[in-house]
């Protein structure tokens, strides 16, 4: 699918370009926004590297990354970052990952960010299966995840190594017809 041009209530979901490259930026170079990712903010230069690549690749034939921006629709501004991966060794499985600026936390955009990206993989790349995996102490997204319909599946130990020390992850999956099943569905397609 491309161009990705997904809305919800509030959000959109749409492809980068290189005039995103401060707006992306301020999430990935934000030491509260990059917190409980699996990697240190970035710099300027890192983060105009991670939207060259993620314009790039859409589009790649066939598109096995869908790097977008997360756009508040009431003022059109680039909120956050999110990425799906399709998952070379399962069929039909992607993962999926979102970073939001700190002043837009606490009222829904983050489930109304993983309603979207779940949208995008079920309802339009024909998935069975999209997953995510959360730092252990990131509670906010924890709650994220199941208000947003996936199932906390697991833990996986020692999972990623940042700020100098391996980190734990915490997964969580929803299958295609939980999803068709929900109010996410419902609610990703307006």
Known sequence: MH????????????ELSSSDV??????????????????EPRTREQVGEIVSRSVASSGDQPRTEYALGVVRQKDRSLV???RLALDPHAQQAATIGFAL???????????????LMCALGFNHLGLHRIWAARAPLNTASAKTLLRAGMTEEG???EHVFVR???????????????W?????SAAANG
């Open 180 to 184: 068709r099943a929900s109010e996410g």
């Open 155 to 157: 833990h996986i130990r």
């Open 101 to 115: 600026r700190p002043y837009t936390w606490g009222v829904g955009l983050g489930t109304e960010t993983v309603h």
């Open 80 to 82: 956050g970052y999110a």
């Open 3 to 14: 161009p990705v041009d997904i809305a919800g209530p509030r959000l959109q979901l749409r």
């Open 22 to 39: 401060d707006a992306v930026h301020a999430i990935y170079g934000d030491a509260e926004a990059t917190r409980h990712l699996s990697f």
């Open 164 to 178: 100098g020390a391996w980190r734990d992850s915490i997964t969580y999956s929803v299958l295609d017809y939980e």
